[in-house]
């Protein structure tokens, strides 16, 4: 999934413009930006929805579709429509089963899912859908010989944000988190930024004028990544994989992941043990963002 090859417009030349475009939502009064670039196309391995994949699939079979956020600046729902679906995976990592027919991801995220087809001849469309938007994209599973029906790359209604309340995160339980053990070091994480200027942020500095978050190699480290700002953060770090342990201040044993969303006015904490002796990148997915400054590192030192 991704964008056209030919570049976005920035739509961030008035503060909130998002939500006075229609093009945000509201939360506690306060507009809430979604989709501060638009693109030429929406792409599901390199095509639009004039020219989707098909791909054949068997009568009552079972498909696993590991879906990946390659978009610069878009967030997704994965929508299986007719056929029953199950999250097995986020970022490669196994939660315990949840199903639904929508499930949601960020930039850099990526998503294993469970289809079970009917047992009978047919075509299922699965589609992205932009979040706060009427775009989407996508691929068709279809039965030999089926029809497939051209989809329009515009739905008839916008779809909603993305986990602005935290709601699918809370349902991921890891299968196997991290063992229990006491928590070496705590650091929090200002996520800041506006759209105008277009300047996003960590702990108030952009990259080049950041500290580094230090660690030690083999510490358990708790960062917690509070959003001040009016747009979500898919946080990502090189190197490591963390669990989700704190959703808006509530303890939680959630997913194994290496890059979580932080929706506006949210708090995420994630858990892991520093690794290897290096400087980690740790930035947000959202390449305009990250462009503009929103990177930090972790730096690990050779444990004493
Ligand atoms: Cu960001």
């Known amino acids: 999934m991704g964008h056209g090859a030919t570049g976005g417009m920035p739509m961030g030349n ?12 509201r939360m506690g009064g306060m507009a809430m930006d979604l989709n501060d670039y638009d693109w030429d196309a929406y792409l599901a391995n390199g095509r639009t929805l004039s020219d989707p994949e098909v791909v054949q699939v068997e009568r009552g079979g079972r498909i696993q579709l590991r879906v990946i956020n390659a978009a610069a600046a878009t967030v997704f729902w994965i929508e299986t429509g007719g056929a029953e679906a199950r999250l097995v995976a986020v970022d490669g990592h196994a939660v315990q089963l949840a199903s639904g027919t929508r499930f949601g991801l960020a930039m850099g995220q990526r998503l294993d899912i469970e289809i079970d087809l009917p047992n009978e001849g047919g075509a299922w469309p699965i589609l992205a859908l932009r979040e706060g938007a009427r775009e989407r994209t996508g691929l068709i599973l ?23 309340d935290l709601a699918q995160e809370a349902r991921l339980i890891a299968l196997d988190g991290l063992p229990d053990r006491p928590v070496d070091r705590s650091q929090m994480l200002m996520l800041g930024g506006s759209m105008q200027p277009y300047v996003w942020t960590i702990n108030g500095a952009v990259w080049g004028q950041h500290q580094p978050i230090i660690a030690r190699s083999g510490e358990r480290v708790v960062l917690s990544f509070h959003n001040m700002s009016m747009m979500g953060h898919p946080m ?20 194994l992941r290496d890059t979580v969303h932080v ?13 290897e002796a290096a400087r980690w990148m740790l930035h947000c997915h959202h390449m305009p963002h990250l462009a503009s400054g929103m990177m930090t590192e972790f730096a690990v030192t050779a444990s004493v």
Do not use: I, K, W, Y
Not at 245 to 254: E, K, Q, T, W
């Open 142 to 164: 279809a039965t030999q010989g089926a029809e497939v029906r051209r989809l329009d790359a515009m739905a008839e209604s916008a779809a909603p944000a993305f986990d602005t």
């Open 14 to 25: 008035m503060p909130g413009m998002g939500g006075m475009m229609g093009m945000g939502g």
């Open 236 to 255: 990502h770090l090189h190197g490591h994989v963390f669990q989700v342990v704190g959703l808006n201040g509530r303890p939680v044993a959630g997913a």
């Open 263 to 275: 929706p506006p006015m949210s708090m995420v904490d994630v858990a892991l043990d520093a690794g």
